[in-house]
């Protein structure tokens, strides 16, 4: 591909912002959906969470579908479907409607994360692959600060049927796209239905179990994620091949991915709880408050992905591993003070999880041969938002503890807030943890 960073950057990064600022501005329009509605909060919730479920799952099913299928059809019908379901939305006026709207928005949407960093691990040159890396870790960040702000105003001020028009903007690249992205030809091989049956159901089982908290789902996720190990080990095109778990580089990079990036939503669960529950702040002075943290990351992406091809993306790991725990060493020390104080800590975490965004997913693609980068990047990509709901799960009821405590951080003051500087540091120690690993994993190898 001649000059693709130049041709492929803007698109790429278009139609990836607005994947995420869809995802985020639902977020904060969850009780006006329930007062439209009259749900209660156990049935709203599947707003989010059937999008979740979805998003990432499919991105799993597209990573493997890049492994045959050219990725300029897999793009474009991800595009459309995401499109169609923002459409319905916009028009749904009954509620199993718009779980209906968000299914298809999901199904669609999950192919663009998953398949930009597929673009990028496969069409780019090892050279430009961080930097490239990095704009999307940016873009992802800029998104984030952007979504609730958005989205709050948008569903105050109109209705939150109106967020459905913004994903709508990414029809208008889809040619650009097919113009750019390079002709390929189908690979012959067979799709494993029933791995890909198995491995989706486990998946969502137990992102189920997690987020709803009833026990007959993660049986079935035991169940089929047993049978789905029992399956790839006898036929012959397997889902996932076995020896991609046997890749001691990819598999440890992965659970660095999974513990590191599950913290940092940790953080992004807790925070605005913190902030309403010490400080009485309005949910407006909350995305306030976060916005600083996510311009720093915009900021440390781009940094994050010119240092990976400069020096490694190995250094870049170790880099963000050790700002991220200064970070949560940081909240932990100010949990309970002014806003803006809580604000000065959050840029510092915002800015390692950048680093780490745009660093992690370039050791794993270097990790995987050609063959089977599609279905790593999709595991990757599923342990990604599977890691999110466990920190986020945890951590809400550990919250639920709220009795008279000790502070583990002496230099904290807050006593109100000695659950939430003890959890802090928790984050902190996970992180030391997910660097210890990466560490030992690539003692003996050479820094990409």
Same mark, same amino acid.
């Given at each position: 591909?001649?000059?693709?960073?130049?041709?492929?950057? *803007?698109?790429?990064?278009?139609?990836?912002?607005?994947?995420?600022?869809?995802?985020?501005?639902?977020?904060?329009?969850?009780?006006?959906?329930?007062? +439209? /509605?009259?749900?209660?909060?156990?049935?709203?919730?599947?707003?989010?969470?059937?999008?979740?479920?979805?998003?990432?799952?499919? #991105?799993?099913?597209? =990573?493997?579908?890049?492994?045959?299928?050219?990725?300029?059809?897999?793009?474009?019908?991800?595009?459309?479907?995401?499109? &169609?379901?923002?459409?319905?939305?916009?028009?749904?006026?009954? !509620?199993?409607?718009?779980?209906?709207?968000?299914?298809?928005?999901? =199904?669609?949407?999950?192919?663009?994360? #998953?398949?930009?960093?597929?673009?990028?691990?496969?069409?780019?040159? &090892?050279?430009?692959?961080?930097?490239?890396? =990095?704009?999307?870790?940016?873009?992802?960040?800029? #998104? &984030?600060? @952007?979504?609730?702000?958005?989205?709050?105003?948008?569903?105050?001020?109109?209705?939150?049927?109106?967020? /459905?028009? *913004?994903?709508?903007?990414?029809? *208008?690249?889809?040619?650009?796209?097919?113009?750019?992205?390079?002709?390929?030809?189908?690979?012959? $091989?067979?799709? +494993?239905?029933?791995?890909?049956?198995?491995?989706?159901?486990? %998946?969502?089982?137990?992102?189920? *179990?997690?987020?709803?908290?009833?026990?007959?789902?993660?049986?079935?996720?035991?169940?089929?994620?047993? !049978? /789905?190990?029992?399956?790839?080990?006898?036929?012959? #095109?397997?889902?996932?091949?076995?020896?991609?778990?046997?890749?001691?580089?990819?598999?440890?990079?992965?659970?660095?991915?999974?513990?590191?990036?599950?913290?940092?939503?940790?953080?992004?669960?807790?925070?605005?709880?913190? @902030?309403? $529950?010490?400080? +009485?702040?309005?949910?407006?002075?909350?995305?306030?408050?976060?916005?600083?943290?996510?311009?720093?990351?915009?900021?440390?992406?781009?940094?994050?992905?010119?240092?990976?091809?400069?020096?490694? %993306?190995?250094?870049?790991?170790?880099?963000?591993?050790?700002?991220?725990?200064?970070?949560?060493?940081?909240?932990?020390?100010?949990?309970?003070?002014?806003?803006?104080?809580?604000? %000065?800590?959050?840029?510092?975490?915002?800015?390692?999880?950048?680093?780490?965004?745009?660093?992690?997913?370039?050791?794993? %693609?270097?990790? @995987?041969?050609? +063959?089977?980068?599609?279905?790593?990047?999709?595991?990757?990509?599923? @342990?990604?938002?599977?890691?999110?709901?466990?920190?986020?799960?945890?951590?809400?009821?550990?919250?639920?503890?709220?009795?008279?405590?000790?502070?583990?951080?002496?230099?904290?003051?807050?006593?109100?807030?000695?659950?939430?500087?003890?959890?802090?540091?928790?984050?902190?120690?996970?992180?030391?943890?997910?660097?210890?690993?990466?560490?030992?994993?690539?003692?003996?190898?050479?820094?990409?």
């Amino acid at each position: 591909m001649k000059n693709p960073a130049r041709k492929i950057t *803007f698109p790429l990064s278009f139609i990836i912002f607005f994947s995420v600022l869809n995802g985020m501005m639902f977020q904060v329009a969850i009780p006006d959906i329930s007062a +439209d /509605f009259n749900l209660l909060p156990s049935e709203v919730s599947w707003v989010m969470t059937v999008y979740i479920l979805v998003f990432a799952v499919g #991105a799993l099913i597209y =990573g493997k579908l890049a492994d045959i299928y050219p990725v300029k059809r897999l793009i474009t019908i991800g595009l459309i479907l995401m499109n &169609a379901g923002s459409m319905l939305g916009l028009f749904s006026n009954w !509620y199993p409607m718009l779980i209906t709207a968000r299914f298809i928005q999901a =199904g669609g949407g999950a192919a663009i994360p #998953a398949l930009a960093m597929i673009v990028v691990t496969r069409y780019f040159p &090892a050279n430009l692959r961080g930097n490239m890396l =990095g704009i999307i870790a940016s873009t992802v960040a800029l #998104a &984030a600060g @952007l979504g609730p702000i958005m989205g709050g105003f948008v569903s105050g001020t109109f209705s939150w049927k109106y967020l /459905f028009l *913004f994903s709508l903007a990414t029809l *208008f690249v889809i040619p650009s796209l097919r113009r750019i992205l390079p002709d390929e030809k189908k690979i012959p $091989d067979t799709f +494993d239905t029933a791995g890909a049956v198995l491995i989706g159901g486990g %998946s969502s089982s137990l992102l189920i *179990f997690v987020t709803q908290g009833n026990g007959w789902f993660l049986a079935a996720s035991v169940i089929m994620t047993g !049978y /789905f190990i029992f399956h790839i080990k006898k036929t012959a #095109a397997p889902f996932v091949s076995p020896s991609l778990f046997s890749n001691k580089h990819y598999r440890n990079t992965v659970m660095t991915t999974f513990l590191s990036i599950g913290s940092v939503f940790g953080m992004l669960f807790m925070v605005p709880i913190m @902030l309403r $529950d010490l400080l +009485d702040l309005s949910s407006n002075s909350i995305g306030l408050t976060l916005f600083p943290g996510a311009m720093s990351a915009v900021l440390a992406g781009v940094i994050g992905g010119r240092l990976s091809d400069r020096k490694g %993306s190995r250094f870049v790991v170790y880099l963000g591993s050790f700002i991220l725990i200064a970070g949560f060493l940081a909240l932990s020390t100010v949990a309970g003070q002014k806003a803006w104080i809580v604000a %000065s800590a959050l840029i510092i975490s915002y800015a390692g999880f950048a680093l780490l965004q745009s660093s992690l997913p370039h050791t794993i %693609s270097i990790s @995987l041969s050609k +063959d089977q980068t599609g279905i790593g990047m999709g595991i990757y990509n599923l @342990l990604f938002f599977i890691s999110g709901a466990f920190s986020t799960a945890g951590i809400g009821r550990l919250l639920d503890f709220r009795s008279t405590g000790f502070c583990l951080n002496p230099i904290n003051s807050c006593i109100e807030g000695w659950i939430y500087s003890n959890i802090f540091i928790m984050l902190a120690a996970v992180v030391t943890a997910s660097v210890l690993l990466f560490s030992i994993t690539f003692k003996n190898k050479s820094s990409p």
